[in-house]
């Protein structure tokens, strides 16, 4: 079975942990260090064969459109989260619309191709922002993984499936597809991605992902930051969490890394989603469950 690998293009100080400290506001004064940290992924990918799908911002787009084209070049799938990595629920919709609007058009034109998938940032489409997805359908986007269904304070979509499934909504449908969770003693809890893999031993990932693919039959969604395997990159101040969250783990993660792309086989999560648009191992019928708009918000859990 292929799993996805995706990457998410951001810079080392749009880290939503550090927003409270002022970090958002006074981005123009760090040095970016996304260029060299994405070559690095680039060329760890390009060594083990993989391809990825990139959830690039638009405000690196469009300060690096260079690195965009090498990307899209090299076969990756380019794909949007946001524009300047603000997390949803903090938004009006119209000031959603004009972000992503922004995002979108700054990818595309720095890629040269059409954009259709969407992340939000920190996974912050919640029972607040559902609309989002109204949003995204309106603006052409076909598939989006912006739900993670584990307890935190900040996804809120705990009881959401771990399959994908299609959200109806008055301006279209988009197909989702959760990010990766494992059933432990009756919780879910998160695997393969960011913190999660720098943070945890590494036997859990590989373990996890090995009993999703062969005992559940399901593939399993690897997320990175490029400033993840950049253990040099400039200390900003926060709090104890923000710090354990962004530091934590930093200079094993390229090791990780490696060893998932050497013993997992990969894809871009567009790939995958079309093949699971055609047929859904999980649903006899061969269809993904369709839920409405209205009915999205998941208070108890569905699976």
Same mark, same amino acid.
């Given at each position: 079975?292929?799993?996805?690998?995706?990457?998410?293009?951001?810079?080392?100080?749009?880290?939503?942990?550090?927003?409270?400290?002022?970090?958002?506001?006074?981005?123009?004064?760090?040095?970016?260090?996304?260029?060299?940290?994405?070559?690095?992924?680039? /060329?760890?990918?390009?060594?083990?064969?993989?391809?990825?799908?990139?959830?690039? #911002?638009?405000?690196?787009?469009?300060?690096? @459109?260079?690195?965009?084209?090498?990307?899209?070049?090299?076969?990756?799938?380019?794909?949007?989260?946001?524009?300047?990595?603000?997390?949803?629920?903090?938004?009006?919709?119209?000031?959603?619309?004009?972000?992503?609007?922004?995002?979108?058009?700054?990818? %595309?034109?720095?890629?040269?191709?059409?954009?259709?998938?969407?992340?939000?940032?920190?996974?912050?489409?919640?029972?607040?922002?559902?609309?989002?997805?109204?949003? #995204?359908?309106?603006?052409?986007?076909?598939?989006?993984?912006?739900?993670?269904?584990?307890?935190?304070?900040?996804?809120?979509?705990?009881?959401?499936?771990?399959?994908?499934?299609?959200?109806?909504?008055?301006?279209?449908?988009?197909?989702?597809?959760?990010?990766?969770?494992?059933?432990?003693?009756?919780?879910?809890?998160?695997?393969?991605?960011?913190?999660?893999?720098?943070?945890?031993?590494?036997?859990?990932?590989?373990?996890?992902?090995?009993?999703?693919?062969?005992? %559940?039959?399901? @593939?399993?969604?690897?997320?990175?930051?490029?400033?993840?395997?950049?253990? %040099?990159?400039?200390?900003?101040?926060?709090?104890?969490?923000?710090?354990?969250?962004?530091?934590?783990?930093?200079?094993?993660?390229?090791?990780?890394?490696?060893?998932?792309?050497?013993?997992?086989?990969?894809?871009?999560?567009?790939?995958?989603?079309? %093949?699971?648009?055609?047929?859904?191992?999980?649903? #006899?019928?061969?269809?993904?469950?369709?839920?409405?708009?209205?009915?999205?918000?998941?208070?108890? /859990?569905?699976?």
């Amino acid at each position: 079975m292929k799993n996805v690998v995706t990457i998410d293009l951001e810079d080392y100080y749009h880290v939503t942990a550090f927003s409270d400290n002022g970090t958002a506001s006074d981005r123009s004064l760090y040095v970016s260090r996304v260029e060299q940290n994405t070559d690095r992924v680039l /060329e760890i990918l390009a060594e083990k064969g993989s391809i990825a799908t990139f959830f690039a #911002l638009g405000s690196v787009a469009e300060k690096f @459109p260079q690195l965009v084209q090498r990307i899209v070049r090299l076969g990756h799938e380019i794909a949007c989260h946001s524009f300047a990595h603000r997390q949803v629920f903090t938004l009006t919709r119209d000031q959603f619309f004009e972000d992503t609007r922004r995002a979108k058009l700054a990818i %595309e034109e720095a890629a040269g191709v059409a954009v259709y998938g969407y992340r939000a940032p920190s996974f912050s489409i919640t029972k607040s922002s559902e609309w989002a997805f109204e949003v #995204l359908a309106e603006l052409g986007f076909t598939y989006d993984s912006s739900i993670f269904p584990v307890r935190h304070l900040n996804y809120e979509m705990q009881h959401a499936p771990v399959d994908p499934f299609i959200i109806a909504t008055p301006a279209g449908s988009i197909q989702e597809f959760p990010m990766t969770t494992l059933q432990i003693a009756g919780a879910r809890a998160p695997l393969a991605g960011g913190a999660y893999l720098r943070v945890l031993p590494y036997w859990y990932t590989q373990w996890g992902i090995r009993y999703l693919n062969d005992s %559940e039959g399901r @593939p399993a969604c690897v997320y990175l930051h490029p400033w993840e395997l950049d253990p %040099e990159q400039p200390r900003m101040k926060g709090t104890l969490s923000a710090r354990i969250r962004q530091y934590f783990g930093l200079r094993s993660a390229e090791v990780k890394f490696r060893r998932l792309l050497q013993d997992f086989e990969f894809q871009p999560l567009g790939v995958l989603v079309k %093949e699971l648009s055609h047929h859904s191992p999980r649903n #006899l019928d061969g269809r993904l469950p369709q839920i409405p708009l209205e009915k999205l918000y998941f208070d108890r /859990e569905t699976q």
